[in-house]
C-alpha cells in the first residue's frame, strides 16, 4: 500500500485501515507522527516530506535532512521545532506547503465562524453572476451549508429563466474545494471535471453528479436539496485574478473545457496544487502538497491559470457582461 494516497479519503496507517471522508482542500491523508523527543519528532516531519513531497525525486535527502536537524538542534520541546519544520517547507521548493500548530488547527475547524459572504445579481435580465469567496474548515455541517447556500443563490437566480452565466472566482483565495464545487455543481454539471496528478503521471478523476462531489468514485459531499438549472447554459464567463489561489485555482480548473465559456481577468495566484495533511503527534498539521490539478481534458497546471481575455480585475466584470452579450 503506497504511504500517501491522494483519494478523497483519510487513511490511518496503524494495524487496522479505515475509510473516512476526506476533511480540506484538495486532497487530505492523515499521517500520524509518534514521537519521544524533539529530535525524533523533527526527524519523523522530515519522513513525511520525504516520503510525499511532489518535489521529492529532486531533492537530496540525506542534506535536506542534515540541513534541517542543524536548524533545529537547540529545540528544547516539541513546539521549538516548528521553526525548523517551516524551514524544512520552504526548502521543498513548492511555495504551498505549510504548518499549522495545534492552536491554529482548533481555529481552523471552528463551527462557529460565520459563513464567507456569496454576492450574486440579476444583470440586464438575462445574467446570472455569482461571486464565490474561499472557504476555510472541514467538509462537515458548516461546509454543506455554505455549498447549499451557493446552490439557493444560483435557485434564486435561476428563477429568471436565464442561459448566460458569470461565475467570479476573482477573490476565491482557496481552503476547501469541496464545498466550493458542491455549490457550483449545478452550473459545473454532471461529472469528472478535474484531476489530481501525481509525479508519476497519474491521475485521480473528482466531479459532481446529483448532488453530490466525488473523487476517484468516492462521494466526499452531498446535498439533501440539491438544485439543477432549468436551462442549458448557452455562455458562461468566468472570472479570475491573482487572488484565485489554490483550491480555488482548482474550481476554475474544474470550468476548463466546458463549450461556450471564456476565462477572463488576471493570471491566477500559480498554486494549482494539492495539500495532502499529516497529523503530529501533538496536533500539529503539515499541509504539504502532493500533486497537481489537472482539467478535465487531463492538461496538467502547478502553474498560473491564464484567462482567454487579460483584463484588470477591477474591469473583468465589465468585459465579462460585453462578452456575454455578444452575438
Not at 122 to 133: A, C, D, F, S, T
Not at 174 to 186: C, I, K, R, S, Y
Amino acid at each position: 500500500m503506497p504511504r500517501w494516497v491522494y483519494t478523497c479519503v483519510m487513511w490511518h496507517i496503524k494495524k487496522k485501515i479505515r475509510r473516512m471522508k476526506n476533511i480540506i482542500l484538495a486532497t487530505l491523508v492523515v499521517f500520524f507522527v509518534g514521537c519521544t523527543s524533539p529530535q525524533t519528532y523533527l526527524n519523523k516531519a522530515v519522513d513525511v516530506l520525504e516520503d510525499n513531497s511532489i518535489n521529492r525525486d529532486s531533492i537530496d535527502w540525506v542534506k535536506f535532512r542534515n540541513e534541517v536537524l542543524e536548524k533545529g538542534k537547540e529545540a528544547e520541546s516539541i513546539k521549538d521545532t516548528y521553526p525548523a519544520i517551516q524551514y524544512a517547507l520552504g526548502l521543498l521548493g513548492d511555495h504551498h506547503s505549510f504548518l499549522m500548530t495545534p492552536e491554529q488547527s482548533k481555529t481552523f475547524v471552528d463551527q462557529k465562524v460565520p459563513l464567507p459572504e456569496i454576492s450574486a445579481e440579476l444583470i440586464n435580465n438575462r445574467i446570472g453572476y455569482i461571486k464565490i469567496p474561499g472557504f476555510w474548515g472541514d467538509a462537515n455541517d458548516r461546509a454543506r451549508k455554505f455549498a447549499q447556500q451557493i446552490q439557493d443563490t444560483i435557485r434564486e437566480l435561476d428563477k429568471n429563466n436565464i442561459k448566460y452565466w458569470i461565475v467570479d472566482l476573482s477573490n476565491d483565495t482557496g481552503g476547501n474545494m469541496w464545498p466550493m464545487l458542491l455549490g457550483l455543481g449545478p452550473i459545473l454539471g454532471d461529472g469528472i471535471v478535474g484531476y489530481f496528478a501525481s509525479h508519476n503521471n497519474g491521475f485521480i478523476g473528482w466531479g459532481y453528479s446529483k448532488g453530490s462531489v466525488f473523487c476517484n468514485k468516492n462521494e466526499v459531499m452531498k446535498l439533501k436539496t440539491p438544485y439543477k438549472l432549468r436551462n442549458k447554459i448557452e455562455k458562461l464567463a468566468v472570472i479570475i485574478s491573482n487572488n484565485t489561489c489554490s483550491s480555488g485555482e482548482a474550481t476554475a480548473v474544474s470550468f476548463i473545457g466546458i463549450k461556450n465559456s471564456c476565462f477572463i481577468g488576471e493570471p491566477t495566484y500559480g498554486n494549482s496544487t494539492a495539500n495532502g495533511s499529516f497529523k503530529l503527534s501533538d496536533g500539529a498539521m503539515i499541509y504539504l502538497t502532493v500533486c497537481k490539478f489537472a482539467d478535465r481534458n487531463k492538461k496538467t497546471y502547478g502553474v498560473p491559470i491564464n484567462p482567454d481575455i487579460v483584463a484588470l480585475n477591477e474591469t473583468s466584470k465589465k468585459i465579462a457582461i460585453e462578452w456575454l452579450n455578444k452575438k
